[in-house]
């Protein structure tokens, strides 16, 4: 993936020599740099809970897979509701939340987005910030007017 094209589906990307060589890129370690970002850029962070699942489906190709994929993980982990909105990214880029009936630890959350389609570069950002103990590894940035239904 192109420099551009990986900063534009993920913003809050910055250069860090430490993770480079496994990603190219870094994430902002610190919750609060995401959140000065997000203020920059006019819009607001939404961090993910132990029961909600962050989908960021970036294709077509992968929204269609992602509907392939969903009745294995209904049949086998229960969930009540789901919202999508359109990224701020806009074309098919989708943020899809589920919200599942039980809690989940972030690797558990991290390999059931990655199954469903989730960008696969964002999951292991999310595993790395996790790892270095972040205390929102999985987040997306939203429009202002952007509430979570769910």
Same mark, same amino acid.
């Given at each position: 993936?192109?420099?551009?094209?990986?900063?534009?589906?993920n913003?809050?990307i910055?250069?860090?020599?430490?993770?480079k060589?496994?990603?190219?890129?870094?994430?902002?370690?610190?919750?609060?740099?995401?959140?000065?970002?997000?203020?920059?850029?006019?819009?607001?962070?939404?961090? /993910?809970? *132990?029961?909600?699942? @962050?989908?960021d489906?970036?294709?077509?190709?992968?929204?269609? $897979?992602?509907?392939?994929?969903?009745?294995?993980?209904e049949d086998?982990?229960?969930?009540v509701?789901?919202q999508?909105?359109?990224s701020?990214?806009?074309?098919s880029?989708?943020?899809i939340y589920?919200?599942?009936k039980?809690?989940?630890?972030v690797?558990?959350?991290?390999?059931?987005q990655?199954?469903l389609? /989730?960008? *696969?570069?964002?999951e @292991?950002l999310s595993?790395?910030?996790?790892?270095?103990?972040d $205390?929102?590894?999985?987040?997306?940035?939203?429009?202002l007017?952007?509430?979570l239904?769910?």
């Open positions: 993936m192109d420099k551009n094209k990986f900063e534009q589906l913003p809050y910055e250069k860090n020599d430490e993770m060589t496994l990603t190219g890129y870094s994430p902002v370690v610190l919750y609060e740099d995401a959140c000065a970002k997000a203020k920059e850029q006019g819009k607001i962070i939404v961090v /993910s809970e *132990p029961t909600l699942l @962050m989908i489906i970036d294709s077509s190709e992968a929204f269609l $897979e992602y509907l392939t994929r969903l009745p294995t993980v086998h982990i229960e969930y509701t789901e999508m909105v359109t701020f990214s806009g074309g880029h989708r943020h589920i919200r599942m039980s809690r989940m630890s690797r558990e959350q991290c390999a059931i990655l199954y389609c /989730s960008d *696969p570069v964002k @292991m595993l790395i910030l996790e790892k270095k103990g $205390e929102h590894p999985i987040l997306f940035f939203e429009k007017d952007f509430t239904d769910i």
